[in-house]
């Protein structure tokens, strides 16, 4: 929220400076996270007097002027405006001033051979206005010489950021409020209008939806005549980054942006009928002052007339109904909103507004009355005409809350000692009622007071949140333990690996849009009522297609080869409603697994072996038993059959699938193939029997060196290699530690529909070494094990 100091000081009595102010604002709890000087904008920019203007000699629309700029040399300038004139008193920008508007420095030059020293400006051109058909005009009267700045009233800007639970700051008279509770200064009283009544309100004002609109207050003012605001209310809604429109509708914006207080201004030539508040019809629609228009349904209140509705209530107002250069009669409405209503309404349209802001947080309903009074007499004193009398439909919420507050529990809760007077003067500052047993009475506007520590805050950030002393948190005495979870060890763990292995770390969306979610949805979608955009409504199921886009983009950068992996949830949401999110690690490889070279030949793109290798490595490092793992098929439609498989710890528990995507799931996402993709699902990793611990077990180094012993069997062609090695590791679990396959063949001398398998077996021996009987034992095991799956051994 932006807003002058000169508009703070409107309503707050200080002598403080702006940075005293600024550092105030921080410390209790308004944070200032930019301030802006106009008047630094408008350095080198001087009052200047024309003293003679002539003809260009070598131009025809340029006038050689003659000008005093209060120094005691005259200046020459050329200029082209065509109110340039003798006796003129404009603005004068000098050599070294930067134009406001286009950033341009200014210096000597000469225009048409005819030397000038600056430039006699525009409103346009010192973003002061549109206006660009000639420069600034001044008052005869003002001093020749003067900084610009000065003399304009340039008023420092300062940003602040308002917290949600903070509407009662949502207006400048709110923050002038808090400063002069905290000692910076006196808060100026609001003023009080009385309204000469001339005539009965002609329209009829009504409330049919007391629920999301208790109140509703409203007057007619005839014969209003609509024009530029005045340059007071213009250059404060300019401060706080609002266009100003006209008289009636700046009026308005000024009301919501000093006070927190949206209102609104209907033409009332164009309402038939009595103006009601009311819920809106299914399928009604609005055009609104944005010019879009938006379909309603029956859980959104809507201000509306005999013939159709006007009003978005609380967030925007209709086109249909709106004030023009010709108005002269209006309707002025001031109401109370259902926050929740508001919310919902707003959300479900995608309609963002500073009237939804502040009505969703929570306005003053005490402010209705004196709200329509200081509205009415803007309008009459900007405006002119006569005011009807008041309608009032409905009542705002009126029933204060009382809470029982401890003072004590000031340094118990808040951690600094603030004597009880002193709360009790912050509090009744604050507008808080406090009688003498302590029984807080809280103002109708602090939506956010729910408690005594709400009440603690208050009286401490009043105080000053930098007089809360820090304080280190109590610790046990010795090693200090562990903070990390089971689950937090093992991404940490896992996330290291990764890296190790040369991929690199991706961090995507938790959201994807529907289509690409839907392509790796194994149930139905979790999907956002509230999503940041249309295009990213549905939570994740897979990390693959944030990784695939990933992919995408920086192969169309020109990328040849990616090893992207992420450590993220995925969200799951099952049949009967209920959500889910896992820990998954994802992983794809694209473009180039080695490039073309002349020790290497053409280039060689990564294939389902590979993603099975990172799969592999990737699970041991993460503690899963990749001895006993099963790989079996089923990886899903989105990888290509027969290049996909797997990993299981029996028939259900899938730890991993892996593999070569599909040309369907890569033409979806536009990428060219190949790419391959592996997905580890590290919630289904069974966790180690026996408490966590940071020590490695003991290791003593066999005293007899191994033993290595190969097998070539000839087995089915459609046998896994995999299970084959599982059955030679179990044949004789003693003395067996380790199988690999190290050679397969299949053609000339192996049957047709048979391939051979040679496995390297290592055999440690324990206290004694291997005799050949013992040796020949174990060999008839393995042969025994391996003719379980369908093998014999080659003779």
């Known amino acids: 929220m932006k807003f002058s100091l000169e508009w703070l000081k409107y309503f707050l009595d200080t002598e403080a400076s702006l940075a005293d102010i600024a550092a105030k604002l921080n410390e209790i709890g308004i944070e200032v996270e930019g301030i802006e000087d106009p008047a630094e904008a408008l350095a080198g920019f001087r009052v200047a007097k024309v003293l003679t203007a002539k003809p260009h000699p070598d131009a025809d629309k340029l006038q050689v002027l003659t000008v005093d700029n209060g120094t005691g040399e005259e200046k020459q300038i050329v200029c082209g405006a065509p109110n340039a004139r003798a006796g003129l008193v404009g603005v004068l920008g000098s050599p070294g001033a930067t134009v406001p508007a286009n950033g341009m420095v200014l210096r ?57 639970n903070r509407p009662d700051c949502m207006g400048v008279y709110g923050i002038a409020h808090d400063l002069a509770a905290a000692g910076l200064g006196t808060l100026k009283p609001r003023k009080s209008f009385e ?18 609109c208790p109140a509703f207050y409203a007057r007619v003012v005839r014969g209003v005549t609509n024009g530029a605001s005045p340059d007071w209310m213009q250059a404060r809604l300019k401060a706080a980054g609002q266009r100003p429109i006209s008289a009636l509708v700046d009026i308005t914006n000024y009301m919501s942006l000093a006070f927190g207080r949206p209102a609104h201004v209907y033409d009332l030539a164009k309402l038939t009928g009595p103006v009601v508040a009311r819920r809106a019809k299914d399928g009604e629609q609005v055009v609104a002052l944005n010019d879009k228009t938006y379909t309603l349904d029956s859980t959104m ?39 929740e209503t508001i919310g919902v309404t707003g959300r479900k349209l995608g309609l963002a507004s500073d009237a939804r802001t502040r009505f969703e947080r929570g306005v003053d309903p005490a402010w209705l009355d004196e709200g329509l009074q200081g509205l009415t007499s803007l309008v009459q004193r900007l405006c002119g005409g006569e005011a009807s009398t008041a309608a009032r439909a409905g009542s705002p919420p009126n029933e204060a809350k009382v809470i029982a507050f401890d003072p004590g529990l000031t340094a118990r809760l808040g951690g600094v000692e603030v004597a009880e007077a002193e709360q009790k003067r912050i509090l009744e500052a604050l507008d808080f009622a406090v009688d003498g047993s302590w029984n807080v009475t809280v103002p109708l506007r602090r939506h956010d007071i729910e408690g005594a520590a709400d009440l603690v805050e208050e009286v401490v950030r009043i105080h000053g949140l930098d007089k809360v002393a820090s304080v280190a948190l109590p610790r046990a005495d010795g090693v200090a333990r562990p903070t990390a979870t089971p689950a937090q060890a093992l991404e940490r763990r896992v996330r290291r690996a990764a890296a190790g292995r040369g991929l690199n770390e991706a961090v995507t969306w938790s959201f994807l849009p529907e289509a690409e979610a839907e392509l790796f949805a194994e149930g139905p979608l979790w999907v956002l009522d509230n999503p940041i955009s249309e295009d990213l409504k549905a939570m994740r199921p897979s990390l693959l297609p944030g990784l695939i886009s990933a992919a995408k983009r920086n192969l169309d950068r020109g990328a040849t080869s990616l090893r992207l992996f992420e450590i993220g949830r995925r969200y799951l949401r099952g049949k009967d409603g209920a959500s889910d999110e896992r820990l998954t690690l994802g992983v794809v490889l694209a473009g180039d697994k080695t490039s073309r070279g002349w020790a290497t030949g053409k280039a060689q793109a990564f294939d389902a072996f590979d993603a099975k290798a990172e799969a592999m490595a990737l699970l041991a490092e993460a503690g899963a038993p990749v001895d006993k793992l099963q790989v079996m ?12 498989a797997t990993l299981r710890l029996g028939p259900k528990n899938v730890l991993a699938r892996f593999g070569t995507l599909h040309p369907r799931t890569l033409a979806e996402f536009d990428v060219d193939g190949p790419v391959v ?57 003693a003395n067996i530690v380790d199988a690999r396959v190290f050679d397969v063949f299949a053609g000339q001398g192996v049957p047709e529909g048979k391939k051979s398998v040679a496995v390297e077996v290592t055999l440690q021996p324990g206290e004694k070494s291997y005799k050949e009987a013992d040796l020949k034992a174990i060999a008839d095991a393995i042969v025994a094990a391996a003719a379980k799956q369908g093998a014999e051994l080659r003779g």
Request: with cysteine.
């Open 108 to 164: 000597k030059a000469a225009i048409r051979g005819v030397e000038s020293s600056g430039m006699m400006c525009s409103t346009r051109e010192l973003e002061l206005g549109e206006d660009h058909d000639g420069i600034i005009e001044l008052p005869e009267d003002a001093p020749i010489g003067t900084d610009f700045a000065e003399y304009h009233g340039a008023s420092p800007v300062l940003d602040v950021a308002i917290t949600p």
């Open 195 to 212: 309204i000469e009544e001339a005539f009965d309100c002609p329209v009829e004002i009504r409330t049919d939806d007391p629920e999301g």
């Open 633 to 644: 098929g089923e990886a899903g439609e989105q990888f290509h059959p027969g290049q996909s």
């Open 677 to 733: 993709a592996v997905e580890l699902f590290l919630d289904a990793i069974p966790a180690k029997k026996g408490a966590l611990s940071f020590a490695k077990p003991h290791f003593a180094p066999p005293a007899l060196q191994p033993v290595l012993r190969d097998f070539a069997f000839l087995v089915p062609a459609d046998l896994p290699a995999g299970d084959l090695l599982r059955a030679v590791k179990g044949a004789d679990k």
């Open 301 to 339: 209140t809507v201000i509306a007339d005999d013939n159709s509705v006007h009003d978005i209530a609380g967030i925007m107002g209709g086109l249909d109904s709106s004030v023009s250069e010709s108005t002269t009669d209006v309707l002025l409405e001031i109401a109370y909103f259902n926050p």
